[in-house]
């Protein structure tokens, strides 16, 4: 048993290379430390990211960015791989349970691990909801081995509740005090804020390798529909989006972590946020 826990840590531990790995190819520190500002941390970071965004970040020239680019290419092959590589790779993919074993069911085991998992409907179709339930059941060890972890949770409308963590913490006869502090909170609030909090996510899941399990955005489009108003900046809307749930995916699968996020539908995609009487 404690071989096993020994080897499920190393694989936690080698399954992404740190960023700091390029300065064995004579990539200097304070660059170095300029890509982790930027929320990029990890070798396959630099890999996900274009060669224009890096020139963006302040300090780093197209010159070094070809640099960066080079020394990650010997470290990290970016070419094909055999199916059974996948297989293998496929092996850390983790669920997390819902808490329901129908919808678990429906799921095929639960949220899944380097993917991401939308719920979307109408205002006040619960699922807000589920977002609080998931924060908790996140936290419960599952037989198959899933060991439990933290939570991060980005709120968008000012939806999210302690009071609500706790009684559904009753419910599985968890502690309320431990629950709440394994889940880290963030309000966004505007779409370039919701951008800069996913830079202090990845950081933060890579300085806690392997802990946290969860990430969730209540809701991913809220922000946008306020920033970006009328059918007339819908295209820049739909790219930043876009955008927005590339890095997610990037993240998930950086750091093996699910992703849960909601979004309110509405007839109209060039409506801006109303708000109905209740």
Known sequence: MHQRALEEEEEEECFFQDVDLLQNHGINVADLKKLKAAGICTVKGVQM?????????????????EKIKEAVSKISSDGFITALDVAEKRRQVFRISTGSQELDKLLGGGLESMAITEAFGEFRTGKTQLAHTFCVTAQIPRPNGYPGGKVIFIDTENTFRPDRLRAI???????????????????????????QLLDFVAAKFHEEAGIFKLLVVDSVMALFRVDFSGRGELADRQQRLAQLLSRLQKISEEYNVAVFMTNQMTADPGAVLTFQVV
Not at 49 to 65: H, N, Y
Not at 175 to 191: F, H, K
């Open 49 to 65: 990211t274009t060669k224009r965004k890096l020139v963006g970040i302040r300090g780093l020239s197209e010159a070094k960015v």
């Open 169 to 195: 913490a009753d419910r599985f006869n968890l502690d309320q005090n431990a629950v709440l502090e394994n889940v880290l909170y963030a309000r966004a609030y505007t779409s370039e804020h919701q951008f």
